[in-house]
């Protein structure tokens, strides 16, 4: 049998499928061209075993993208074709293999698969590829549906002629199907974000759905999107800020006025794609419901379950609110369904982003504390009675979360929970893995352990778990009882991982009495008059009990701060360990004559106010002012993960040759199907030239936003515009310097975050190249995968493809300054 790269046509390479008419042809504004097929699933395919490790690290090894990817003019694969040994040391074989009869692909040891197609004429279909997270159309990168969340596809650019796909990252037996989209721009059913509505309550409901833009030229001027409420009720049209860019999926937020009582049916429309019906829920107060907000992240918007308390409107009952986090897969309101109802206690679930999301670490971590304060506002719970509790995955949140701000609780309850990363599944090994840790610390669990000491903690497991052993409980309950703590635990004989019983009104792992009898118990303590405190940084957790850690001696490791008690003398003794910046509240103001700094006793200034400490070289100074803005601060900081907040734009370059802005696109946009497939998130793909548009006649648009820029100083026309002149990293072709240092080659990247220019709290973060196959190579980086580090800046080659860590050549954060002093690691090209 021949390979797929020697099938002379079509109806040898594919089996053809007819299926259900997905759109007219009579519908007007429709790209795809008649000739094209209405669906198609591929059969043939070779297969390859995996050639290097998986795991939680930003840059790997990857023989695969080497060989057939990096260069766009590298030749596709053929049956019996042997791949270099990659990492696991042994040479691969692509292989011959034939997907079933219902498409799908037997995995077996599988790690990459390639299949081609020829078609007769060019133009758009949509790739629906389920159980892997990678797809490569002509060298151009995609997501795939890895969880299975049923999200129907992504549009591609398919070419008269052949066409080589690649898919990695497989879970399960993977299925690829293209189908027909009925028009340039329509609305996808199959992702929209919604709320109940709630009898006797009016006001603005916020909502989304997906729109795609199924075309391979921007959309310049984008149709309006129109939302109709109920039948001849209230309409509303809105215009998109930005052009359309090619084959991207967006998720825009929508607000509508709802009264109570008003039809809960809303039809979106755009342009001439058929209109999108969504039904939203009425519920009674007191039911559990699924509630909605505009997130500050990406500007999204994103959903929570809620279970009200019993006992929500009896006078004089003070309410607490439990904040349960849920397990890997586990929507959001099933999480809220598994409990049942107390009289003083509101359930809030929130998402993580998505069911599986990013494991209550990073943006997770971020959307657990902005679902809190939604809930808070909208239950009426004391801010002192706030619970974390949490099963499997959201065990490990509990900790998380717990473990870098500890004085938010008045008690934590995880359940099934594990520890780390490093204790629950491992991270590879490597020369770099303690920095790329490091940049990923809030998540070293244990080494926060002493911010868990005095949080009243119940810990909950079954004895025969075999998802999540019952070893990780008892892991954390001898570290807790060594550091000095005194927690609870019920390690249940004979139960598994999701058990129930008839001990609770809900499951049994979930409400176990012990732990709501805790809860019951406790309320926030107040403000202590001895306070210890260890934080990762400024961005993860800057403040405990008014005691802020605003900026640090070395970045990427951790400080301790210890104050009080205030003695008789007025003199508050501090105990501060790599800390460059210390602020008191007023808190810790009251009584005070002098502070006694490692022993060495500071008068402060006089007037009232917080104070500020700050170190320069060995030397402490007290005034009242906090760190200038220009400086690094727990508002604007690294590491680089941070540049994806503050409603981001992700700004590609246009200023180059074709082939540098299709790349460049290419990178921005497979960046934005990411976000919005793994955070149900939104973020706009602008070019260069709309940018700076944008910010000339619309400079509402684009202020205050975090920029992802893409490119170098030569192919992206905005870079000076968002970076100042002080910055020290200097991309251009063929080129890469930092500092008074440069790097020579096309294959280099560098990923780094820093201040917008003009602006006090927004950040840039840059994904810098010197070249196509440097920016090629960002595809291969793991930006959104939890556990995986990255510090301030971060400078490859295309040896990270074939050496992992050996191709790092610089590495580390910048000083509080913003400046560059060498970083953790600077080296050449040639070792």
């Known amino acids: 049998m021949a390979c797929p790269r020697e099938q002379a046509s079509m109806r040898v390479m594919w089996s053809v499928i007819l299926a259900v008419v997905l759109g007219s042809s009579s519908l007007p504004n429709t790209l795809v061209a008649p000739e094209l097929p209405e669906q198609l699933v591929p059969r043939e395919w ?4 995996a050639t290097d490790r998986r795991g939680r690290r930003p840059f790997g090894p990857d023989a695969v993208f080497l060989r057939y990817l990096l260069d766009p003019r590298s030749t596709p694969p053929v049956s019996g074709e042997e791949v270099a040994p990659g990492e696991l040391g042994h040479a691969r074989v692509w292989t011959e293999r034939n997907a079933g009869e219902d498409g799908r692909l037997p995995r077996e040891d599988a790690a990459w698969a390639y299949t081609a197609v020829e078609l007769s004429t060019g133009g758009v279909l949509m790739a629906d590829l389920q159980g892997a997270s990678r797809l490569f159309v002509n060298g151009v990168g995609f997501v795939g549906d890895v969880y ?45 974000t919604a709320p109940d509505l709630v009898e006797g309550r009016e ?15 921007t959309l310049a001027e984008p149709p309006r999107l129109v939302v109709q409420q109920g039948a001849g009720g209230a309409r509303w049209e809105r215009a998109l800020p930005f052009p359309l860019a090619p084959l991207v999926l967006a998720k825009p937020p929508l607000a509508m006025a709802f009264a109570d009582g008003a039809d809960g049916r809303v039809t979106l429309a755009a342009g001439e794609g058929e209109p999108l019906t969504i039904d939203l829920p009425r519920v009674s107060p007191g039911d559990l419901r699924t509630e909605t907000f505009r ?84 239950s009426g719970a004391h801010s002192d009675r706030c619970y974390l509790t949490g099963h499997s ?53 244990l080494r926060l352990i002493e911010n868990l000491v005095g949080l009243p903690t119940f810990v909950l497991h079954g004895e025969s778990d075999d998802n999540v052993p019952a070893g990780e409980a008892r892991r954390m309950l001898a570290a807790l009882e060594a550091a000095g703590g005194a927690p609870r635990s019920h390690l249940a004989e004979g139960r598994g991982h999701w058990w129930d019983g008839d001990a609770a009104v809900g499951a049994d792992c979930l409400s176990w009495p012990g732990i709501f009898e805790l809860f019951a118990a406790r309320r926030r303590s107040a403000v202590p008059s001895e306070v210890s405190f260890t934080t990762i940084g400024p961005g993860v957790d800057a403040e405990h009990f008014g005691l802020r850690v605003e900026q640090l001696v070395h970045w990427g490791r951790p400080a301790r ?36 700094v490692d022993g060495v006793e500071l008068e402060p200034p006089g007037g009232e106010g917080p104070l500020w400490l700050r170190l320069d070289g060995e030397l402490w100074s007290v005034s009242r002012s906090a760190p ?161 580090g990255f510090p301030d800046l ?16 610089a590495a580390g954060w910048f000083d509080r300054a913003w400046g560059w002093t060498g970083g953790e690691l600077e080296r050449s090209r040639e070792r």
């Not at 793909?685 to 400079?699: G, T």
């Not at 971060?794 to 050549?809: P, W």
């Open 295 to 378: 997130s500050s992240l990406d500007g999204s918007v994103q959903r929570f379950a809620l279970r009200p308390a019993t006992g929500a409107r009896r006078v004089g009952l003070e309410m607490g609110l439990v904040l349960s986090l849920h397990g890997a897969g586990v929507a959001c309101r099933n999480q809220a369904a598994a409990y049942g109802s107390y009289a003083d206690l509101w359930i809030a679930a929130p998402t993580n982003r998505r069911p599986f999301g990013f494991d209550w670490q990073d943006w997770g971590r971020h959307d657990a504390y902005e679902v809190l304060a939604h809930a808070l506002a909208l």
């Open 148 to 192: 299975g969340y049923g999200k129907r596809g992504v549009p591609v650019a398919l070419r008269a002629g052949r066409n080589d796909l690649f898919i990695s990252g497989l879970r399960g037996d993977p299925r690829l199907g293209l189908w027909r989209p009925p028009a340039v721009v329509f609305f996808g059913g199959w992702d929209s």
């Open 628 to 788: 200038p803005p220009e400086e690094k601060h727990s508002g604007r900081t690294g590491p680089f993960k941070r540049a994806f907040e503050r409603r981001f734009l992700l700004v590609y370059a246009t200023a180059g040759t074709q082939a540098e802005a299709d790349t460049s696109l290419g990178r921005a946009r497979r960046d934005a199907l990411a976000w919005w497939y793994r955070a149900n998130g939104h973020a706009w793909v602008v070019s260069d030239r709309d940018f700076l548009a944008s910010a000339s006649e619309h400079p509402e648009r684009v202020s205050e936003r975090n920029v992802i820029l893409y490119g170098n100083a030569d192919t992206n026309a905005a870079w000076d515009a968002v970076l100042p002149e002080a910055c020290p990293v200097r991309a251009r072709r063929g080129t890469l310097s930092i500092g008074e240092r440069t790097w020579e080659g096309d294959d280099l990247a560098c990923l780094f975050v820093y201040p917008r220019r003009g602006e006090e709290r927004s950040l840039v973060g840059v994904q810098a190249d010197s070249g196509i196959r440097g920016a090629r190579l960002g595809y291969t980086f793991k930006t959104f995968v939890s556990g995986a």
């Open 46 to 49: 070779l297969v390859l075993s």
């Open 393 to 445: 995955m959201g065990g490990h949140g509990v900790w998380h979360l717990a473990a870098n701000d500890p004085d938010r609780w008045a008690a934590i309850a995880p359940s099934a929970g594990w520890e780390s990363f490093d204790s629950y599944g491992g991270r590879p090994d490597g020369e770099l893995a303690e920095l790329w840790q490091a940049a990923d610390g809030a998540s070293r669990t």
């Open 794 to 809: 971060a400078l490859v080659s295309a040896r990270v493809l074939a050496e992992g860590d050996g191709g790092v050549l």
């Open 203 to 217: 006001g603005l409901v916020q909502l989304s759905a997906l729109l795609v833009h199924a075309s391979g030229e």
């Open 561 to 596: 701060a210890r104050a009080g008690p205030l003695d008789e003398r007025g003199v508050l003794p501090l105990e501060l360990e790599n800390v460059a910046c210390l602020g008191l509240s007023t808190r810790w103001t009251l009584g005070l004559r002098r502070l006694a």
